[in-house]
């Protein structure tokens, strides 16, 4: 099992910054694929981006260059870095992990982010 925990959300103006950080507990960490989804009311959770448990990153086209995603393994942590916010990157993040053998995922409990004047 793993529990996962976001911080870091929040109301900031359009061009601004926020880091979201995404703690884990319960299980090895380093093992875990891991992602950040976004979800807005009657609409489906997408990825955002994500960041395998070798380091690969994938980023939606929409965040290419605006957001960055990285991973402590020694702090179970994994961030992420969102520059030059746009009111249409407002949205719950959540957070997941996929473990990187077995058929094992996990979610947190999301974070809302608010781009807003």
């Known amino acids: 099992q793993v529990q996962l925990v976001e911080s870091g959300g929040g109301l900031v103006q359009p061009g601004g910054s926020l880091r979201l950080s995404c703690a884990a507990s319960?299980?090895?960490?380093?093992?875990?694929?891991m992602g950040w989804y976004r979800q807005t009311p009657g609409k489906q959770r997408d990825l955002v981006v994500g960041?395998?448990?070798?380091?690969?990153?994938h980023y939606a086209d929409s965040v290419k260059g605006r957001f960055t995603i990285s991973r402590d393994n020694s702090k179970k942590t994994v961030y992420l870095q969102m520059n030059s916010l746009k009111p249409e990157d407002t949205a719950v993040y959540y957070c997941?992990?996929?473990?990187?053998?077995?058929?094992?995922?996990?979610w947190g409990q999301g974070t809302q982010v608010t781009v807003s004047r």
């Open positions: 997941h992990a996929r473990h990187g053998i077995r058929d094992l995922e996990f």
């Open positions: 319960g299980s090895i960490f380093s093992i875990y694929h």
């Open positions: 960041i395998t448990n070798g380091g690969t990153t």
